[in-house]
């Protein structure tokens, strides 16, 4: 059967789109390390406990909300909910930058991730209704590219803002552009191919052909109620939870960590914090281009990770004997964290309908908050109570291993959903 090449400015048009949004979320939950570092706990009296605490609130509020977001992107409109979700999460972020007390700041913290955590999974289900299976961990994946690279040069701007103006413009002047891109998001994105005038009416015909004939090959859910009794849901769900323990505590507390152990500057340790998104951008285009040829999604996640593990594993027994190799090590482990995302997030709607995949993403995503909440919080108070990163370095290579023998085990074929409900 020929199989018929699909409108290509679909990747011009609506990567770009796709990218800076998720860029921007990922700017206004990762900058809060910055101003940890850089006197924001010193202003507000804040304990290194409460500081741990405030770094992982985020992530507690990012868990509530994941499956209702995904259920508004699949039955009414991804485009809608993230418009407004850029405007909420620009003012929260902006508003970080003007409290006088940590009792503000616990309120932000935690409604900053209550109107974030809509916007990965109506992403996912956006993209899932313009990329076929074959495009899809490339899809995820230029999507995905938002967390690194933004970490990236927000570690370098970061650091210079903060030098410059203080933690509280950092906060201010990286809130304003959510407010602005939303504007620019309304005008440019559809929800559907058929809805889109930049398409022929040929084009959107072939990609909804093409995504409904996949649609056939997958064993019918009736609801989500079935879909989350899904073994292999149950099993990617408490996965992604150790693996973001990983991801997140490495994320919060880099910054903090170079600087304590190299004694350079905040405009140093920016620099050398942005070093593993650059490697992680670079791995993730990689592993999701073989991830695609090859369609397997399995085998770049657990190996990734196991490198990831063992990268931090050799951070601990270095210690603080040798910064630059243990510092190599920590590049070495940030971009192996990252470089499966995109094959992770092809796997459910490869072995899901549609009708409940975004929900199971969704559910998938919300047990990833809670790893990102714990680790966040633990990384910071191990750090905190220990004086230094060792024990931390356990606890992720920890944590990764187990997501590893959790992706072993985890049966990704289209067969193994155990019901045979007719979907609505």
Do not use: C
Not at 207 to 222: C, D, F, H, R, T
Not at 376 to 395: H, Q, R
């Amino acid at each position: 059967m020929e199989v018929k090449a699909l409108a290509p400015s679909r990747w011009m048009k609506l990567i770009p789109l796709a990218f800076i949004t998720y860029s921007l979320a990922y700017l206004d939950r990762a900058n809060y390390s910055f101003g940890a570092a850089s006197g924001l706990a010193r202003d507000l009296n804040i304990t290194a406990s409460a500081s741990s605490l405030l770094g992982a609130l985020f992530f507690l509020g990012y868990f509530f909300f994941q499956i209702p977001g995904a259920l508004y992107a699949e039955k009414r409109s991804a485009k809608k909910l993230v418009f407004w979700t850029l405007i909420l999460w620009g003012g929260l972020a902006t508003a970080t930058g003007m409290v006088n007390d940590i009792s503000a700041l616990y309120v932000i913290r935690f409604m900053l991730g209550v109107v974030e955590s809509v916007v990965m999974p109506a992403m996912l289900v956006f993209l899932s209704h313009w990329f076929t299976k074959s495009e899809r961990s490339r899809a995820n994946t230029f999507l995905i590219l938002g967390n690194p690279i933004t970490v990236l040069w927000m570690s370098i701007v970061s650091g210079y803002l903060v030098n410059s103006f203080g933690w509280r413009w950092m906060f201010i002047i990286e809130g304003i552009p959510s407010i602005i891109w939303a504007v620019i998001w309304w005008m440019m994105v559809t929800d559907h191919p058929k809805e889109a005038n930049w398409l022929t009416s040929s084009e959107k015909k072939d990609i909804e052909e093409a995504l409904l004939e996949e649609q056939k090959g997958l064993k019918p859910v009736k609801n989500y109620a079935e879909a989350f009794k899904s073994p292999k849901v149950i099993t990617l769900a408490f996965q992604y939870f150790f693996w973001s323990i990983g991801v997140y505590g490495f994320v919060m507390w880099l910054p903090s960590i170079i600087k304590s152990a190299s004694n350079m500057g905040i405009v140093a340790a920016g620099w050398l914090s942005s070093v593993p998104y650059a490697l992680a951008a670079a791995l993730m285009v990689i592993i999701s281009y073989y991830s695609d040829k090859t369609q397997n999604r399995k085998g770049f996640v657990w190996v990734s990770l196991l490198i990831g593990a063992i990268a931090f594993f050799g951070s601990y027994l270095l210690g603080a004997s040798n910064f630059w190799l243990s510092y190599f090590l920590l590049v070495i482990a940030g971009g192996a964290m990252y470089a499966p995302y995109g094959p992770f997030f092809a796997i459910i709607p490869e072995i899901l309908p549609r009708n409940v995949a975004g929900g199971a993403m969704a559910l998938i995503n919300s047990f990833g908050a809670l790893g990102s909440f714990v680790g966040a919080y633990i990384v910071g108070y191990l750090n905190g109570a220990t004086g230094g990163p060792s024990a931390s370095y356990i606890f992720m290579a920890s944590s990764l291993v187990l997501a590893v023998i959790l992706t072993l085990v985890t049966k990704t074929s289209s067969s193994d959903v155990s019901t045979t409900h007719i979907a609505n």
